[in-house]
Nanobody, 131 residues
């Protein structure tokens, strides 16, 4: 059973930066496609970024392209989200998510855009950006 624990959230002023981390356990991390999602109050959970098992392929929501970077360290079983040039509209609870990739190589992440694509979730970490 995959277990995910996020950390690194906090409060920051607009224009600032934060780095989120997600520690994974319970399964071979190198076989997990990973993603970051976020959910603001009264809004649906939305995909922020996804990354393939090797880290070779990444995808981003249009709203964060050029500002956020998703990465992973398979040796440390850890996922990261570097967030720069933060805006008040980035305020949300950020969730780490995982999906087992049954292939030897990377699984396609282009279709993994919605929460149901990821069976495993962390508890979330709050990010608040003030203007």
């Amino acid at each position: 059973q995959v277990q995910l624990v996020e950390s690194g959230g906090g409060s920051v002023q607009a224009g600032g930066s934060l780095t989120l981390s997600c520690a994974a356990s319970g399964y071979a991390y190198s076989r997990l496609s990973m993603g970051w999602f976020r959910q603001a109050p009264a809004k649906e959970r939305e995909r922020v970024a996804t990354i393939s098992t090797s880290g070779r392929y990444t995808m981003y929501a249009d709203s964060v392209k050029g500002r956020f970077t998703i990465s992973r360290d398979n040796a440390k079983s850890t996922l990261y989200l570097q967030m720069n040039s933060l805006k008040p509209e980035d305020t949300a609870t950020y969730y780490c998510a995982a999906a087992i990739c049954p292939l030897i190589g990377d699984c396609a992440i282009s279709t993994m855009k919605s929460p149901p694509s990821f069976p495993a979730w962390g508890q979330g970490t709050q990010v608040t950006v003030s203007s």
